[in-house]
């Protein structure tokens, strides 16, 4: 059997390159069994769509905030500055990869814009638009590489399925933003402690999940993560 060739999202712009940490992506679709194809930013809206024919299944990675635009807020000084061409791409790339049925992993960023896409909101910061100016654990950049909190994972989801619907799975947490409201086409499969959506699924679709933590950064030490990338390489046959 030939291996799934995977597009994997390239993470930055010219002028705040992040692209040492594509490659942590590009391992874990690499190890779980797909042959990774890293895809810069394209600006041709019938390149892009072109695109989604090219590969079997598609990574949709972490990054910078979206526009806030996308889900109808005007952007709070909190929120970082969007990178609009990769803000661009990454719509008209997302909402063809749903039309075509291609089988999706959107993590933290890619998470975030799946459900804002749809029609979702978002936090523009949890410690001030969720907490009141009260920190939380959700940016420990302490513990990349490690779980840092737990989340509760759904029974029967996508999510709980992949991981024989253990009860909690711990994650680790490196963002500043989330999920408001959840779009109406999407599902919860895992929970913080806090409240937080931090996995989304989209049911009747050959594989389409969003998860908010990195399991790219704990593949190699905790199997449930890894068991996220096979599953997903083994939807791109």
């Known amino acids: 059997m030939n291996k799934p060739i995977i597009g994997v999202f390239s993470l930055s712009s010219y002028e705040s390159p992040a692209n040492d940490k594509i490659f942590y992506y590009a391992e874990a679709v690499r190890d779980a069994g797909g ?20 590969f079997d299944g598609f990574l949709f990675t972490g990054g910078q905030d979206i526009d806030p635009k996308l889900y109808n807020e005007e952007k709070r000084e909190y929120c970082e500055v969007p990178y609009k061409d990769r803000d661009c791409m990454e719509i008209i790339a997302l909402k063809s990869v749903i039309e075509k049925e291609k089988p999706l992993l959107a993590v933290c960023r890619g998470f975030q814009l799946l459900n804002a896409i749809l029609g979702g909101s978002l936090y523009q910061d949890i410690k001030f638009d969720k907490n009141n100016g009260r920190d939380s ?5 302490k513990n990349t590489f490690n779980e840092s909190h737990k989340v509760k994972i ?9 991981i024989n619907n253990k009860e ?64 997903f390489i083994e939807s791109c046959n």
């Open 35 to 54: 042959i990774p194809f890293i895809v810069p930013i394209i600006k041709n809206i019938k390149d892009i769509e072109n695109l989604v024919n090219k």
């Open 137 to 141: 654990y959700h940016l420990d950049k």
């Open 168 to 231: 909690f799975l711990g994650v680790n947490s490196i963002h500043h933003q989330g999920i408001k409201t959840l779009a109406p086409s999407l599902k919860e499969a895992a929970i913080s402690e806090d409240g937080l959506i931090e996995s989304v699924y989209m049911e009747g679709k050959k594989f389409i999940l969003g998860v908010q933590w990195h399991p790219e950064l704990l593949y190699t030490k905790y199997d449930e993560h890894y068991s996220i990338f096979k599953k």
């Open 154 to 162: 759904i029974k029967n989801s996508l999510l709980g399925e992949i």
